[in-house]
């Protein structure tokens, strides 16, 4: 069985979200805080965490901070803001993933069976014989190291995280060098390019999974 532990101050939340997910089989724990919810970590292991941005004592930015320092658990962060600078600082502080409030119930489901089953919970990414290992921050293919720089490994891990999304330049941008970077969004062209033929070079059929969504951006295809 799936365990989930959902972490919101208000208990209606907690109890509107337990009626969603536990008829679909997941066990939910319920806590009010962020202070409890770093504690629950030493009790109980979890597969994923559903965790509200806005919270009195510990707000989900902090705690979703504390979590990952403590585990590699997947966070799905609940929130009534829509603003990309939220998710965005979301993202870079470790969130897996984001969902806004009001949500229907259908895709609050598939988002979390989307990444469960990706399995972010590891800090492996396996795709065809290729290996991001975000612990030792390399990249294999077929037993054989393909050197990246730390900008190039960062893009291609916000890639692979999240197959079939289309991020664009700006938002890719923003991730990797930080809001406040006056770098041009031809930079990003730059990475990738150097990227592909790096990763080409070694044999794996890059062209098949790193598509250019013209004048857009990019996006990883499974």
């Known amino acids: 069985m ?9 208990q209606r939340m907690l109890d509107l979200l337990s009626l969603y997910l536990t008829p679909h089989g997941f066990i939910c724990d319920q806590e009010l805080s962020g202070h409890q919810a770093i504690k629950q970590l030493d009790k109980t292991n979890y597969d994923l965490i559903l965790l509200d941005i806005m919270m009195k004592d510990l707000d989900g930015f902090a705690t979703c901070k504390k979590i990952k ?19 965005l600082h979301g993202l870079n502080i470790g969130a897996d993933d984001y969902i806004t409030k009001p949500f229907d119930e259908e895709i609050l489901l598939a988002r979390i069976e989307a990444l469960l089953r990706r399995g972010v919970n590891h800090k492996n ?42 991020y664009e330049r700006e938002y890719l941008l ?14 990003i062209d730059s990475h990738v390019r150097n990227l592909r033929e790096k990763i080409r070079r070694e044999g794996f059929p890059i062209d098949n999974h790193l598509k250019t969504i013209w004048g857009v951006g990019y996006k990883w295809m499974k």
Do not use: C
Request: hydrophobic share 35%.
């Open 2 to 10: 799936t365990r989930i532990l959902l972490v919101d101050d208000e």
């Open 125 to 166: 990414i396996e795709i065809n014989g290729l290996i991001w290992n975000e612990e030792s921050h390399q990249l294999h293919y077929e037993h054989k190291e393909i050197h990246l720089t730390p900008k190039e490994f960062k893009i291609l891990g916000i890639l692979i995280k999240r197959p079939n999304q289309v």
């Open 174 to 187: 923003e991730l990797v060098w930080g809001f406040e970077t006056d770098t041009g969004g031809r930079t």
């Open 69 to 87: 320092e403590k585990a590699n658990i997947p966070i799905i962060m609940l929130t009534a803001k829509d603003q990309k600078k939220d998710i």
